[in-house]
């Protein structure tokens, strides 16, 4: 486990990119990316390089259920407007928050990971540890599944919507075996309101109570904090 602390979110998304143009010269063809407002300097650093990812893949972790891919607050819309018009991979794919049958399509979505293993998986952090749509009590070694949002989720994203009232309720993520099984794992937060989850995730018990803490036990993964979301971790790094 490595933990690399920056001053702020722009240093901290280079330090992203960073890893990923590295991992893409190295060979890495399949791409998992996230969405929230963490990535976004990330992706940001990733449309303004020259780099190509017309060979490359990419997998999305989760995607709300009932928003169609037009809404401005489907997670479809938002990788369109960061990152794909921009930089288009040659694949890219999104969870179907639209399927008449969400499990079945959940099925599906792990078999597109099993034929597209993740080389470089990107996280952000929900402020109760949650990762992609995986809320406190999800099991390690779940699938990509149909999510009832905890009200922690509902109020953290109603920022984006309107109303608290047009946060959907529901949404399809990928799970935490899923994602797991990625070769490396970038799991990025920043500000303070991430600072308890994240001293949890990295120095607490290893716990179904904080889903990212499971991260502890991945071979690869690093953690690209800025100084207000490591500020409460208690050894150096
Ligand atoms: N499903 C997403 C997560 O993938 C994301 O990590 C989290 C944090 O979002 P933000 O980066 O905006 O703080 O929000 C949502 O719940």
Redesign the pocket.
């Known amino acids: 486990m490595k933990v690399e602390i920056y001053k702020d979110k722009n240093e901290g998304g280079q330090a992203a990119f960073n890893i990923i143009k590295d991992g893409i010269e190295n060979g890495a063809k399949v791409l998992g990316l996230?969405?929230?407002?963490?990535p976004v300097t990330l992706y940001n650093a990733m449309t303004s390089s020259d780099l190509d990812f017309s060979n490359l893949t990419s997998v999305n972790?989760?995607e709300y259920v009932g928003l169609p891919a037009t809404n401005d607050q489907s997670y479809h819309y938002f990788m369109q407007e960061h990152l794909f018009n921009k930089k288009p991979f040659k694949k890219s794919y999104v969870p179907d928050g639209e399927a008449a049958d969400i499990e079945a399509a959940a099925k599906d979505y792990d078999r597109i990971i099993d034929e597209n293993p993740i080389d470089i998986q990107i996280?952000?952090?929900?402020r109760n540890g949650?990762?992609?749509?995986n809320e406190p009590g999800s099991p390690f070694d779940g699938p990509t599944h149909k999510v009832s949002l905890t009200q922690s989720?509902i109020d953290?994203?109603a920022r984006f919507f309107e109303n608290e009232s047009d946060v959907p309720r529901y949404?399809i993520s990928m799970g935490i075996g899923s994602i797991m099984k990625s070769k490396n794992i970038l799991l990025i937060a920043y500000g303070e309101d991430k600072a308890d989850a994240i001293k949890a995730t990295i120095e607490g018990p290893v716990t179904t109570d904080v889903p990212a803490s499971i991260l502890q036990k991945h071979n690869n993964v690093t953690f690209i904090l800025d100084e207000a979301a490591a500020s409460k971790l208690s050894q150096k790094y």
């Open positions: 996230a969405t929230g407002s963490t972790l989760d996280l952000g952090i929900g949650h990762i992609g749509f989720t953290a994203n949404a």
